[in-house]
């Protein structure tokens, strides 16, 4: 199974405990049955339609938008309760962290302080990648924008 509910990298993943994967694998097969019920109740509109004759007059391109936006409003529900819990269920070790960690910033925030201080303490770029994969603080502060930020540092480092 594919999970895109959340971006996580591998390591994040492996990093998560056995309760905590169960909520993810939840969560995905939650979000692939609300797209299954989109689909299906696309489809059956638009039969509806076809049947009637009325389905070149618009109706289905509203409709579609209309049932898409509220499909894709209780996925992202969904998407921001599973990453409230893997937030509080994360063993949360700030000890040793390096940059400010505090939990009532914004995850933009967050991701500003350690990215700016891994590019201020190391201008080697493969010494500033290999610094923050072993940062284990990073991983569970950063959650999700965990990957982004270190897709950046390797693109940084093979540069």
Request: hydrophobic content about 40%; charged content about 25%; some cysteine.
């Amino acid at each position: 199974m594919e999970i895109d509910i959340i971006a996580y990298t591998a390591e994040q993943f492996a990093a998560l405990s056995e309760e905590q994967l169960l909520k993810v694998q939840e969560a995905q097969l939650e979000k692939n049955r609300l797209m299954g019920k989109l689909t299906k109740n696309l489809q059956d509109e638009k039969d509806n339609l076809i049947k009637n004759g009325m389905f070149t007059s618009g109706i289905f391109e509203l409709m579609q938008a209309e049932m898409t936006a509220a499909c894709n409003q209780e996925v992202e529900m969904l998407r921001q309760g599973l990453l409230f819990y893997l937030h509080y269920s994360a063993k949360t070790d700030v000890g040793g962290a390096p940059y400010t960690v505090d939990y009532a910033l914004s995850d933009t925030e967050r991701f500003n302080i350690v990215k700016a201080y891994y590019e201020t303490a190391y201008t080697d770029g493969k010494e500033r990648f290999n610094a923050f994969v072993a940062d284990s603080v990073a991983k569970s502060y950063l959650g999700e924008l965990y990957a982004p930020l270190y897709h950046y540092f390797l693109d940084l480092s093979k540069a």
